[in-house]
């Protein structure tokens, strides 16, 4: 009776994608007549049992999903799913706030949100918060990934407000397998091999050890072997007229000269400011282009007079990466109620970054030689008579590419005991978890003593064209670059864990199931920085302040599972949460820097089954978040400058337009923490059906909503430049020493920005279909967002969004993204051709990031970009996939993603890094890429 109750449930349960094996191994218990009943964990349930029919909404996708997917990583597996929206992804690295990692995110609301889990254990954060690094999960090693796209705060704790991913791997492994593959997109390749293997039968040695290798490799991709990447200066059409939209930088080669004089009035005095200083304006113009006519080919017009340089023609468009991952678990019989385990996973991920030349600005005298051959005869007479200084706004190109090296190393070892009391299921353990993230730069970087004393001494003509250099100056600027390590990032997690759950009542409906749990916490972040950096000799490069943090959580649970009726399951859980102050012993000596937080949160979940085939479900609960240790507790830190080049907002009479470039230009973005922040608390629900035949075929609707309360997040580029009056408070300055002044500059500060709103429907429709030849499979999954939109900062009842638009945070939230599988069988022949799709959406106003101009054979007709925004049409891509199997041990597999060689669509959004054009978020920059792969077990 039992075993077909528990055979009935897990045949339901997988149809309704809701069931899988224990995210811990399951125990076994004796049911009538001796046999023995497997006792199973789902993701998102505390409790283990034997009945799995319940209100959970999750994913899973085995190992054998994995491998018709076609992807070679976990961040490629994760940004598959239409669930997923708002992560980080390679190319973000290249210029952009990536730092070198690639991240989760479900809902659309951040990898900070989305809890990532390794065989249902937390992992070591990548950052000051729960955001994980993807690239530390060995693909090779996963048994299966399972989804819960509900939240799960009142289970998990504060970081599962959006769901949790939980990635399972391989375990009782008794053969060996070793696998290989080789990508070739044009004008690039990556390459994998891994090995899986184990020894000893749980079942009858009392023990298994099983371990997995992978290695893989990507070469780099640049921008100038793909047309839509090779240039900042784009081509375009708008409403039947022809345009070009220019991202350029003004500090170019040959350099632009910039000479800043005093403001007179019609009375010939001195104009002041309102703070009785003298008013200056900036005369700019670029020598090459005064004496030629027109800006050298490597640049285009910026206003009457200078150039800009297409920096964006220098760059990658993705990075390459190297990665080994090693993972290695064991277990054993204590006796027949208990079993120890233990398992440790190892990664090395490097990712190498190469962006445009270093810019820079060079102070000269008024009687050096270059001033005098270049500048002084350009000069109008009134520039002449109040001139205050002179600077050469230069790209140095021939130090190269700024390139990085990030290299993370991540280590992670739990070891537990778990097992029957009196068919009570317990499970304790404890986690240990390490992660170094190197930054290194390797060149491109100039070292200021020297490359000033090159600058300087007149050695290089900053103003020459760049093939005019000549080899002794090429090689000079070369040899000046830094090459060292600049900053190192650590984080640490201590962690335990016990766990405890079993029935306490049996009803005429069933069993009444209790689970009953606590964890603790210390969480630790660090950045050092090399002694390059803190002796700042890179050119005109502050020093990154050192900061270490630390904090414990810790946290207790109850849940409670209630058959109502024979097919109506209530389940209530309840937790608290108790999130320690953070201190800082570099800067702070111990002392704290802000308080502790504690919440209580909920989470009551309903299902109800009227037929065999027919699943009713239903959640409602609440969500706790306090914000990262570094958006709370991070000093003021320089990260860069804006991503792309931005007007003056100021207006003439605010106190800091003295600080403004007088061109459309970068400006210098700091980012610092906030003591004040407030926690973050959500309220959410979902409810849907699932409805599965006998056939194989099954739909399910569920649609939900997610109410956040204080979220945090960081105001992006747009919405402080487009704004300053509501972000004054964000506008500093900057010393630039190349133009011997204070230049503004931006803080982007973690701030609560009041209120969000989230809903959407997820959807799925599995088929089977009985062919003469074989078994073809069809599954069709998305998720349509519905409404996505958050209360601005400073304002009572503004809401921004970025639904079917780029919105002010400068991200698209995608109104439709639907995937289709479809899989044939027939004989030892598998095809797999997926299909995966986002809708269109409203592109950003052309003049935000770029200067337009008419389309001619010269770039000069300058137009207004402001009422010029584009449609990014539907993108999809169509893989293919066969695989043969070659007997019971070999399998061979030939594929081609991106079929048919889609470019990703244009778009004038240039917040993604350094790359213009097109958005690496959100398309496939490799085009048509052919793979074969080869599987043999032994």
Same mark, same amino acid.
């Not at 990507?218 to 059409?237: P, W, Y």
């Given at each position: 009776?039992?075993?077909?109750?528990?055979?009935?449930?897990?045949?339901?349960?997988?149809?309704?994608?809701?069931?899988?094996?224990?995210?811990?191994?399951?125990?076994?218990?004796?049911?009538?007549?001796?046999?023995?009943?497997?006792?199973?964990?789902?993701?998102?349930?505390?409790?283990?049992?034997?009945?799995?029919?319940?209100?959970?909404?999750?994913?899973?996708?085995?190992?054998?999903?994995?491998?018709?997917?076609?992807?070679?990583?976990?961040?490629?597996?994760?940004?598959?799913?239409?669930?997923?929206?708002?992560?980080?992804?390679?190319?973000?690295?290249?210029?952009?706030?990536?730092? &070198?990692?690639?991240? /989760?995110?479900?809902? +659309?609301?951040?990898? *900070? @949100?989305? %809890?990532?889990?390794? #065989? $249902?254990?937390?992992?070591?954060?990548?950052?000051?918060?729960?955001?994980?690094?993807?690239?530390?999960?060995?693909?090779?090693?996963?048994?299966?990934?399972?989804?819960?796209?509900?939240?799960?705060?009142?289970?998990?704790?504060?970081?599962?407000?959006?769901?949790?991913?939980?990635?399972?791997?391989?375990?009782?492994?008794?053969?060996?397998?070793?696998?290989?593959?080789?990508?070739?997109?044009?004008?690039?390749?990556?390459?994998?091999?891994?090995?899986?293997?184990?020894?000893?039968?749980?079942?009858?040695?009392?023990?298994?050890?099983?371990?997995?290798?992978?290695?893989?490799?990507?070469?780099?991709?640049?921008?100038?072997?793909?047309?839509?990447?090779?240039?900042?200066?784009?081509?375009?059409?708008?409403?039947?007229?022809?345009?070009?939209?220019?991202? &350029?930088?003004?500090? /170019?080669?040959?350099? +632009?000269?910039?000479? *800043? @004089?005093? %403001?007179?009035?019609? #009375? $010939?005095?001195?104009?002041?400011?309102?703070?009785?200083?003298?008013?200056?304006?900036?005369?700019?113009?670029?020598?090459?282009?005064?004496?030629?006519?027109?800006?050298?080919?490597?640049?285009?017009?910026?206003?009457?007079?200078?150039?800009?340089?297409?920096?964006?023609?220098?760059?990658?468009?993705?990075?390459?990466?190297?990665?080994?991952?090693?993972?290695?678990?064991?277990?054993?019989?204590?006796?027949?109620?208990?079993?120890?385990?233990?398992?440790?996973?190892?990664?090395?991920?490097?990712?190498?970054?190469?962006?445009?030349?270093?810019?820079?600005?060079?102070?000269?005298?008024?009687?050096?030689?270059?001033?005098?051959?270049?500048?002084?005869?350009?000069?109008?007479?009134?520039?002449?008579?109040?001139?205050?200084?002179?600077?050469?706004?230069?790209?140095?190109?021939?130090?190269?590419?700024?390139?990085?090296?990030?290299?993370?190393?991540?280590?992670?070892?739990?070891? $537990?005991?778990?097992?029957?009391?009196?068919?009570?299921?317990?499970?304790?353990?404890?986690?240990?978890?390490?992660?170094?993230?190197?930054?290194?730069?390797?060149?491109?970087?100039?070292?200021?003593?020297?490359?000033?004393?090159?600058?300087?001494?007149?050695?290089?003509?900053?103003?020459?064209?760049?093939?005019?250099?000549?080899?002794?100056?090429?090689?000079?600027?070369?040899?000046?670059?830094?090459?060292?390590?600049?900053?190192?990032?650590?984080?640490?997690?201590?962690?335990?864990?016990?766990?405890?759950?079993?029935?306490?009542?049996?009803?005429?409906?069933?069993?009444?199931?209790?689970?009953?749990?606590?964890?603790?916490?210390?969480?630790?972040?660090?950045?050092?920085?090399?002694?390059?950096?803190?002796?700042?000799?890179?050119?005109?490069?502050?020093?990154?302040?050192?900061?270490?943090?630390?904090?414990?959580?810790?946290?207790?649970?109850?849940?409670?599972?209630?058959?109502?009726?024979?097919?109506?399951?209530?389940?209530?859980?309840?937790?608290?949460?108790?999130?320690?102050?953070?201190?800082?012993?570099?800067?702070?000596?111990?002392?704290?820097?802000?308080?502790?937080?504690?919440?209580?949160?909920?989470?009551?979940?309903?299902?109800?089954?009227?037929?065999?085939?027919?699943?009713?479900?239903?959640?409602?609960?609440?969500?706790?978040?306090?914000?990262?240790?570094?958006?709370?507790?991070?000093?003021?830190?320089?990260?860069?400058?804006?991503?792309?080049?931005?007007?003056?907002?100021?207006?003439?009479?605010?106190?800091?337009?003295?600080?403004?470039?007088?061109?459309?230009?970068?400006?210098?973005?700091?980012?610092?923490?906030?003591?004040?922040?407030?926690?973050?608390?959500?309220?959410?629900?979902?409810?849907?059906?699932?409805?599965?035949?006998?056939?194989?075929?099954?739909?399910?609707?569920?649609?939900?909503?997610?109410?956040?309360?204080?979220?945090?997040?960081?105001?992006?580029?747009?919405?402080?430049?487009?704004?300053?009056?509501?972000?004054?408070?964000?506008?500093?300055?900057?010393?630039?020493?190349?133009?011997?002044?204070?230049?503004?500059?931006?803080?982007?500060?973690?701030?609560?920005?009041?209120?969000?709103?989230?809903?959407?429907?997820?959807?799925?429709?599995?088929?089977?279909?009985?062919?003469?030849?074989?078994?073809?499979?069809?599954?069709?999954?998305?998720?349509?967002?519905?409404?996505?939109?958050?209360?601005?900062?400073?304002?009572?009842?503004?809401?921004?969004?970025?639904?079917?638009?780029?919105?002010?945070?400068?991200?698209?939230?995608?109104?439709?993204?639907?995937?289709?599988?479809?899989?044939?069988?027939?004989?030892?022949?598998?095809?797999?051709?997926?299909?995966?799709?986002?809708?269109?959406?409203?592109?950003?106003?052309?003049?935000?990031?770029?200067?337009?101009?008419?389309?001619?054979?010269?770039?000069?007709?300058?137009?207004?970009?402001?009422?010029?925004?584009?449609?990014?049409?539907?993108?999809?891509?169509?893989?293919?996939?066969?695989?043969?199997?070659?007997?019971?041990?070999?399998?061979?597999?030939?594929?081609?993603?991106?079929?048919?060689?889609?470019?990703?669509?244009?778009?004038?959004?240039?917040?993604?890094?350094?790359?213009?054009?097109?958005?690496?978020?959100?398309?496939?920059?490799?085009?048509?890429?052919?793979?074969?792969?080869?599987?043999?077990?032994?």
């Amino acid at each position: 009776m039992l075993n077909s109750r528990v055979s009935k449930a897990v045949r339901l349960a997988i149809a309704f994608g809701a069931a899988s094996t224990a995210a811990f191994s399951a125990n076994t218990f004796a049911a009538e007549g001796g046999e023995k009943v497997e006792r199973i964990e789902v993701t998102g349930s505390s409790i283990k049992r034997t009945d799995l029919e319940g209100a959970l909404p999750i994913d899973v996708i085995d190992a054998s999903a994995i491998a018709k997917s076609g992807v070679t990583s976990v961040p490629d597996l994760i940004a598959n799913l239409p669930s997923m929206q708002g992560f980080t992804a390679a190319g973000e690295s290249v210029g952009g706030s990536g730092g &070198g990692i690639q991240t /989760a995110s479900l809902r +659309n609301l951040g990898s *900070e @949100y989305t %809890l990532v889990l390794l #065989n $249902g254990r937390r992992m070591v954060s990548a950052d000051s918060g729960g955001t994980i690094d993807l690239n530390s999960i060995p693909l090779s090693a996963i048994k299966r990934v399972e989804i819960l796209k509900d939240g799960a705060s009142a289970l998990y704790g504060s970081d599962a407000i959006a769901g949790v991913v939980n990635f399972i791997l391989k375990n009782d492994v008794q053969n060996t397998t070793i696998s290989a593959r080789y990508d070739k997109p044009k004008d690039t390749s990556s390459s994998t091999i891994s090995i899986t293997t184990g020894f000893g039968d749980l079942g009858s040695d009392g023990f298994n050890i099983t371990a997995a290798y992978s290695h893989d490799q990507q070469d780099v991709l640049v921008g100038a072997d793909r047309d839509f990447a090779k240039s900042g200066f784009i081509n375009f059409e708008h409403a039947g007229q022809k345009f070009v939209a220019v991202a &350029g930088s003004a500090s /170019a080669i040959p350099g +632009n000269a910039n000479v *800043e @004089y005093q %403001l007179r009035d019609e #009375n $010939g005095d001195l104009q002041l400011d309102p703070k009785g200083n003298v008013k200056t304006k900036t005369y700019s113009f670029n020598p090459y282009k005064m004496e030629n006519g027109k800006c050298h080919v490597t640049s285009a017009p910026s206003g009457e007079r200078s150039c800009q340089f297409d920096y964006s023609s220098t760059i990658e468009i993705q990075p390459e990466t190297e990665r080994d991952n090693f993972f290695v678990q064991g277990v054993a019989t204590v006796n027949d109620m208990a079993e120890a385990y233990a398992n440790a996973s190892w990664s090395k991920f490097q990712m190498t970054t190469r962006i445009a030349p270093y810019p820079t600005s060079i102070p000269l005298t008024a009687d050096s030689a270059l001033a005098q051959k270049y500048v002084m005869p350009h000069l109008p007479q009134n520039v002449k008579d109040d001139m205050v200084g002179i600077s050469a706004s230069w790209r140095i190109l021939p130090g190269g590419n700024r390139t990085t090296e990030y290299d993370t190393t991540t280590t992670q070892i739990t070891a $537990g005991i778990r097992g029957e009391i009196s068919e009570w299921s317990y499970d304790v353990a404890v986690t240990r978890g390490d992660s170094e993230s190197n930054e290194t730069r390797v060149t491109g970087f100039p070292l200021q003593k020297e490359i000033l004393a090159l600058l300087n001494s007149g050695a290089i003509d900053v103003f020459k064209a760049p093939e005019d250099l000549t080899n002794e100056e090429k090689t000079s600027v070369a040899a000046s670059m830094f090459n060292g390590l600049w900053e190192k990032t650590e984080t640490s997690m201590t962690s335990f864990e016990a766990k405890l759950s079993g029935a306490i009542a049996d009803l005429d409906a069933g069993s009444v199931y209790l689970g009953l749990g606590v964890d603790y916490r210390t969480s630790e972040y660090s950045v050092a920085i090399g002694e390059g950096n803190r002796n700042e000799v890179i050119l005109y490069e502050e020093a990154t302040p050192e900061f270490d943090l630390d904090r414990d959580n810790y946290g207790a649970f109850a849940e409670l599972i209630v058959p109502v009726m024979e097919n109506l399951e209530l389940t209530g859980s309840v937790r608290y949460d108790s999130i320690g102050e953070i201190t800082d012993s570099l800067r702070t000596g111990n002392k704290t820097v802000n308080g502790s937080e504690n919440d209580t949160t909920y989470k009551i979940s309903l299902s109800y089954r009227p037929t065999d085939e027919l699943l009713l479900r239903a959640s409602m609960g609440t969500g706790f978040k306090m914000a990262t240790m570094r958006q709370i507790a991070a000093p003021r830190i320089e990260f860069g400058v804006t991503g792309t080049p931005y007007d003056c907002p100021l207006s003439d009479n605010h106190p800091l337009r003295s600080a403004c470039l007088s061109d459309k230009l970068q400006y210098t973005v700091y980012r610092e923490g906030n003591p004040e922040l407030k926690p973050e608390t959500s309220e959410q629900y979902t409810f849907g059906f699932v409805w599965a035949g006998d056939s194989g075929t099954s739909v399910s609707v569920d649609y939900w909503n997610i109410d956040m309360e204080n979220e945090v997040k960081r105001l992006t580029e747009n919405q402080i430049f487009q704004n300053p009056e509501t972000y004054n408070h964000l506008f500093t300055t900057k010393f630039d020493q190349g133009r011997n002044r204070d230049v503004l500059a931006i803080v982007q500060a973690a701030q609560n920005v009041g209120k969000s709103t989230t809903t959407g429907i997820d959807w799925s429709i599995d088929l089977t279909n009985e062919l003469s030849f074989g078994t073809l499979k069809t599954a069709i999954a998305g998720t349509y967002l519905i409404e996505s939109e958050s209360l601005r900062v400073g304002e009572d009842n503004v809401w921004d969004s970025s639904l079917g638009k780029v919105g002010p945070d400068a991200q698209v939230a995608f109104r439709n993204i639907i995937n289709i599988n479809n899989s044939l069988t027939h004989g030892d022949f598998t095809h797999d051709l997926n299909v995966k799709a986002r809708s269109g959406y409203t592109d950003e106003v052309a003049s935000t990031h770029y200067t337009i101009y008419e389309a001619a054979e010269t770039i000069k007709n300058k137009v207004n970009g402001d009422f010029i925004q584009l449609e990014v049409p539907v993108y999809f891509t169509v893989d293919y996939r066969m695989s043969y199997a070659y007997g019971d041990n070999a399998n061979f597999t030939f594929g081609i993603k991106n079929l048919l060689d889609r470019e990703p669509p244009l778009t004038l959004n240039g917040e993604a890094g350094h790359q213009v054009g097109y958005d690496p978020r959100y398309a496939d920059p490799y085009g048509r890429t052919f793979y074969l792969q080869a599987d043999y077990t032994f």
